[in-house]
């Protein structure tokens, strides 16, 4: 069994289910999809119907917006263990159909949003890092815009741009990418996280890694 308290007592700040989902993420990040599904057991034992089911949902779009962070093999994995840990009961009383199609896909508009949270969480610094990485490879700075941030990162239908920036705290921890985890921890702050909000983010985060460590010793 998962011992929950303990990451209960590290994501205390953190409302539930959302310190699940930051869990889950980090697990994902640090490759320990054994863990996901550890937890998703656990969860079942300790969440009402309806908070599991908000559970699942947050965690698989966590998992789908973390594609930009972790990518695509670790978050197949993880998001594999979390879906075959959970009940038909649940699984009953999730949406069936994809909110992302064509008819979604407008360049000019989902451009714009992307370079609108490119700025709210770079601020000041977004300019200079769009020129340079603009400098290493137009192409680069064209799909981490508008593909990465513009289609994936600010689609808060279901999961909001704080939370969205609290999970991505989750994924860059265990990822060891200090530059961009200090970058996302201010870009979390700016789209209203409390400082006790982004310390349990990186507390849970931390015990994720000794916890996926420990798995492999």
């Given at each position: 069994m998962y011992n929950i308290s303990q990451l209960n007592a590290a994501g205390a700040a953190l409302g539930l289910p959302l310190r699940y989902v930051v869990a889950v993420t980090a697990m994902a990040a640090a490759n320990a999809p054994e863990l996901v599904t550890k937890l998703t057991c656990a969860c079942e034992h300790s969440l009402?119907?309806?908070?599991?089911?908000?559970?699942?949902?947050?965690?698989?779009?966590?998992?789908?917006?973390?594609?930009?962070?972790?990518?695509?093999?670790?978050?197949?994995?993880?998001?594999?263990?979390?879906?075959?840990?959970?009940?038909?009961?649940?699984?009953?009383?999730?949406?069936?159909?994809?909110?992302?199609?064509?008819?979604?896909?407008?360049?000019?508009?989902?451009?714009?949003?992307?370079?609108?949270?490119?700025?709210?969480?770079y601020s000041k610094q977004a300019e200079k890092l769009e020129g340079k990485i603009g400098g290493w490879y137009p192409d680069l700075l064209e799909v981490i815009q508008t593909d990465l941030y513009g289609r994936i990162l600010s689609d808060c239908r279901i999961l909001d741009a704080k939370s969205t920036e609290l999970c991505t705290i989750g994924a860059l921890f265990p990822s060891n990418v200090p530059a961009q985890l200090k970058s996302h921890v201010i870009g979390a702050g700016r789209h209203g996280a409390s400082s006790d909000e982004i310390e349990a983010a990186k507390a849970i985060a931390k015990l994720v890694c000794i916890q996926a460590t420990a798995l492999r010793n």
């Open positions: 009402s119907a309806s908070e599991m089911v908000q559970f699942v949902e947050l965690s698989r779009e966590s998992l789908l917006k973390m594609v930009t962070t972790i990518g695509a093999p670790r978050i197949i994995n993880s998001t594999a263990a979390l879906m075959d840990a959970v009940p038909e009961t649940i699984k009953d009383k999730l949406p069936k159909t994809s909110l992302r199609n064509k008819d979604d896909y407008n360049y000019d508009v989902i451009r714009q949003r992307g370079r609108d949270m490119w700025k709210g969480v």
